[in-house]
């Protein structure tokens, strides 16, 4: 009978080394993460005061800087505003997948140029919108509307095929259940797919926001920018993003500062957002 | 339904006799989805011809040809040709997957194989935490961050492998090697993530199978897992390549914005989306500068589009070894 061989110390070490890369490769893709939240919290909270959330930018080259309470309130209503188009649009275009087109030819071609859209780069869907929205005429200048419009494109792939997940997931017994009953279909979905698909659609929907609110490209061709805070959507807006665009690209230590101070803020919001995101979607699996 | 009859003013009533609940929200309901489902496609193709129209100009003046394989670009002069910014786009993406795919792949390997389970979940979200940093901040942070601290070791590289190709001269603060890096971080998660997906769904026989005949982890993972994955790594790395060519806002902050093809990997360079990006605020007076930046934004779409379809080739085939091998399990 043959003995069990032994590893060679050759192999051993191989294996040492290799396993050792791999952990050294892990390490290597967070160092960056590392660095960059150190240097967020550091030059973004030294940004940060009541002043600094609760004024306009000014604009001014000499004397204060201003604060980015117009870009908060921007980026706040452009995607709501965004998330109000992409969500029923997305859920309805899901619904559609799951309860009706399934593996039909139109279903499947429909998922195809869903994936498509996930892959179009966000500067693309500025442009798009700038053209049809802009050039076009007939619908006046840069308004904030037009940037959530942008957004929402962006996010309906995102928001589609999270839902169509969700929705598969629904038991088909539930389906079966309620047509058994009598139930039209309209209102099976109404009453039973969608509720019991709830934390799902809603988990897709905050990733799908937290990826719109920190798009800068599309914004630049739609919603642009102004000083003041303002409420009308029919207006140009200041948004998060842009503001921390443009003031990346002045040569001020105080406006910089202001820059680092937006980024911090925007991080954390996209990151309450993601983390809302979590808790739902575990709850849900724990239920 | 032999027990159903229909009186004149056509409400249905079946046996005892119930009023059988009305159709008609029920086909509504069905043609709206269907609608959206359709008008989905019906803006993509809109968008994309609309895209065409507006791009004439600049490809009536310079031809299709000349447009993309010019390699000036000059405002001044009113001449657009696109070749220094694909080929700028091509160098940063390449650079981003020469560094962030062995990473992202390591990564994904680490995180399946070899990590105490405990750690495995804290880890993975912190990968996946890179994707929730937006794009602007990744530029910032390059801006401030990245360029000075890097700039003295880029510039010793430069000088000590000068007789590399590519290699060698005086470093530019932003340049093609810090965009292609910045973008690497930002491809990491998403690679990242899809190879973890793959490579989860690696049977346990197969693994199993190697362990039993004597292979140390490192062997195991060779023979079973990477061979069984490399179609969907692949994937993922076609995925990262499209987000690294269509990033706009990260890489013009930190690739220089010069319109001269750079003779080096550290000196300025522009990419097609930059170009958008910056030059779409002074081009709003000149139609043809405009219809030149749109045209740029659609080889950037093609681009990112063929670059998608290879992906999606690549992730089906993937997926469809995975039902085979499956099927043959149950």
């Avoid at chain 1, 929907?205 to 409420?231: D, I, Q, Y």
């Avoid at chain 2, 359709?38 to 009536?60: D, H, M, Q, T």
């Avoid at chain 2, 740029?296 to 995975?322: K, W």
């Amino acid at each position: 009978m043959s003995e069990l061989v032994p590893i060679s110390p050759r192999r051993r070490r191989t294996d040492l080394i290799m396993r050792g890369i791999f952990a050294a490769g892990t390490m290597l893709a967070l160092v960056p993460l590392g660095f960059i939240i150190y240097y967020l919290l550091r030059r973004g909270l030294g940004a940060w005061s009541w002043h600094f959330f609760t004024s306009d930018p000014t604009g001014r080259f000499l004397g204060d800087p201003g604060g980015i309470k117009s870009a908060i309130i921007g980026t706040i209503l452009i995607v709501v505003l965004a998330t109000a188009i992409a969500v029923p649009l997305g859920i309805g275009v899901a619904l559609y997948l799951v309860e009706y087109g399934k593996r039909g030819r139109l279903a499947n071609i429909v998922r195809y140029f869903i994936d498509v859209m996930t892959g179009v780069p966000s500067i693309v869907f500025g442009l798009f919108i700038y053209i049809v929205l802009i050039l076009s005429g007939g619908f006046g200048g840069f308004a904030a509307w037009k940037g959530s419009v942008a957004l929402s494109l962006l996010m309906l792939p995102v928001v589609t095929r999270s839902s169509e997940v969700v929705l598969e997931l629904v038991p088909n017994g539930l389906r079966e259940a309620g047509l058994a009953l009598g139930s039209p279909r309209w209102r099976l979905i109404g009453r039973v797919i969608l509720p019991t698909a709830l934390p799902g659609l809603v988990t897709g929907s905050l990733l799908a926001v937290a990826r719109a609110a920190g798009e800068t490209a599309p914004l630049l061709f739609t919603a642009f920018a102004v000083n003041a805070t303002t409420f009308n959507i029919g207006q140009q807006m200041n948004s998060l993003p842009i503001q921390i665009f443009n003031d990346v690209r002045q040569a001020q230590d105080r406006i910089v500062d202001r820059a680092w101070g937006g980024a911090l803020t925007l991080v954390v919001m996209i990151l309450l957002a993601t983390l809302v995101a979590r808790l739902i979607s575990r709850r849900s699996h724990s239920a | 339904m032999s027990d159903a009859t229909t009186t004149d003013d056509g409400v249905t009533r079946l046996a005892f006799g119930r009023v059988a609940p009305s159709r008609l929200p029920d086909r509504a309901l069905r043609w709206v989805l269907t609608g959206l489902a359709v008008l989905v496609l019906a803006l993509i193709a809109f968008f994309f011809a609309r895209l065409y129209i507006e791009a004439n100009p600049a490809f009536a003046e310079f031809g299709h040809f000349g447009f993309v394989f010019g390699d000036q670009w000059n405002v001044s002069a009113g001449h657009f040709g696109a070749w220094t910014l694909i080929v700028g786009t091509l160098i940063t993406s390449a650079v981003a997957l020469i560094i962030g795919i062995p990473i992202a792949v390591a990564a994904a390997v680490f995180l399946t194989e070899l990590c105490p389970r405990r750690l495995r979940g804290t880890l993975g979200t912190l990968v996946e935490l890179l994707a929730a940093v937006p794009s602007v901040v990744y530029g910032l942070w390059g801006v401030f961050v990245l360029i000075p601290k890097l700039r003295p070791a880029e510039q010793w590289f430069s000088d000590t492998f000068a007789f590399l190709p590519f290699v060698g001269g005086k470093v530019a603060g932003p340049n093609y090697f810090i965009g292609g890096l910045i973008l690497a971080i930002m491809i990491i998660p998403i690679v990242s993530s899809i190879s973890r997906e793959v490579m989860a769904t690696v049977p346990a026989e197969n693994k199993e199978a190697a362990l039993a005949l004597g292979a140390t982890r490192w062997e195991m993972i060779r023979i079973s897992v990477l061979p069984y994955s490399r179609a969907g790594i692949a994937g993922a790395a076609m995925l990262g390549l499209g987000r690294a060519i269509g990033e706009t806002i990260a890489v013009t902050l930190v690739i220089g914005n010069s319109p001269q093809l750079g003779h080096a990997i550290f000196d300025q360079g522009y990419t097609l989306a930059a170009v958008v990006a910056n030059e779409f605020g002074e081009a709003a007076s000149d139609p043809i500068h405009r219809a030149a930046l749109i045209a740029a934004g659609l080889v950037l779409f093609v681009l990112t589009l063929l670059v998608n379809l290879a992906a999606r080739f690549y992730v089906v085939r993937a997926e469809r070894g995975h039902r085979i091998g499956r099927g043959e399990r149950a």
